[in-house]
C-alpha cells in the first residue's frame, strides 16, 4: 500500500492529490491513508499536506529503498524481492539469515548503513549512513561449489558496467580479484559467502559495497591515499536507487551466460578492463607471496602470472600489490 500511495503522488506531483482521492481509489480509510502518509515521511519523503487540498510529493530521498529501486529495474528474478533496513551489522550476515530461512534467489537485502561491514580477508568495510551503497544478493545457481569464486569476479565486471554508466568519462577498472578502481583509487568491493554441500551450491551471497556519494573530507584517514567514491571523481551526486538497480540489472544479464558457459565470453572485457594486466604484481595469501607479471585470468578466474624465471604460475585467491621500481604499492 505504501508503494501504491507513492505511485498516486508521484503521478500527480507537482500538484496536490486529495485524501478523499486517495481514499476512493486505493479502497482505504481516511487514517490508513495518514499513517501511510506519516511512514513514507519517516523514510525521508518530503510530503506537504494542507487543508481543503490534500498532499504533496515535494522531495524524494536519495536513499536505497525497494520503492525507488524497483521501478527502475528491467530484471526477472535479481531485486524482485528487496528487504530494505535503515540500519544492519552488515547485509551479508543478514542475507544468510534469509537464505536460510528459505528467501528466494535472487532476494537483495540493502541497508543506509552498516555497523560492522565486513570485508574482504578478515577487513572492515567502512559503511558510513547516508551516501553509499551497500547490498547483498542471495542467488542459487544449480551448479558445483568451485564455481562461485568466478562468479564473484563476473560480479566486478557488473559494478564496473554500473559504474560506467554514472562516471563514462573516468578511468574504471578491475582490480582483481574483484575491486573496483576509479582513477587509481578504490570505490567499489565484493565479498562472497557460499553455503555449499560436496557438489552443490546452497546459497550464495554476493555483497556489493560501493563508495557513492562519500564526500573525501569524511574518508577515515587510513583511506585517504588509496579509497575515492563516484562522487569525488565525477563531482556529482549520484543517485543511488538508480545505481543499485542499475547493478541488478548489469549482474542478470551476466548470471544467464555465465550459467552456460562460465566466465569464457566475458575473458575479452575481464582483461581490457584490468588494473593488473601487464603490470609486475605482487600476490600474497595465507599460503604465500608470488611475484610476476600478469598475464591474464583464467576462464577459471584465476590471475596468471609470469614469474622470474619465465613460468606461468596461476593463483586462485589472494591479494594483489602492483611493484612500482621495486616497491609493492596498493
Ligand atoms: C572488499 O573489497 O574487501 C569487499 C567489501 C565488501 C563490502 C560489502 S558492503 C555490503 C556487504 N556487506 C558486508 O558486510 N560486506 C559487503
Redesign the pocket.
Known sequence: MHSKILEKLKQQTPEFLSGEELCRQLGITRSAVWKHIGNLRKSGYQIESVTNRGYKLNKIPNAPLPAEITPLLHTSSIGRTIHYLDQTA???KTARQHAENGATHGTVIVTDH?TQ????LQ?N?Y?PAGANL???IILRPPLPPMSAPSFSLLTGLAVRRACCGFAADQQIAIKWPN?IFINGKKTA???ADISAEQDCINHLII???VNVNLESQNLPPALQETATSLKIETGRSINRPALAAAILDRLEELYDPWLKQGLTPFLDELHHSSLLLNREVSVSNPRSTIRGKVTGITPNGELSLQTETGAIQTIAAGDASIVNNGTVKL
Open positions: 552488515s547485509t551479508n552498516q561491514g565486513r570485508g574482504r577487513r568495510w559503511s551497500y547490498l547483498s575491486d568491493g565484493i565479498l555483497g556489493i559495497g
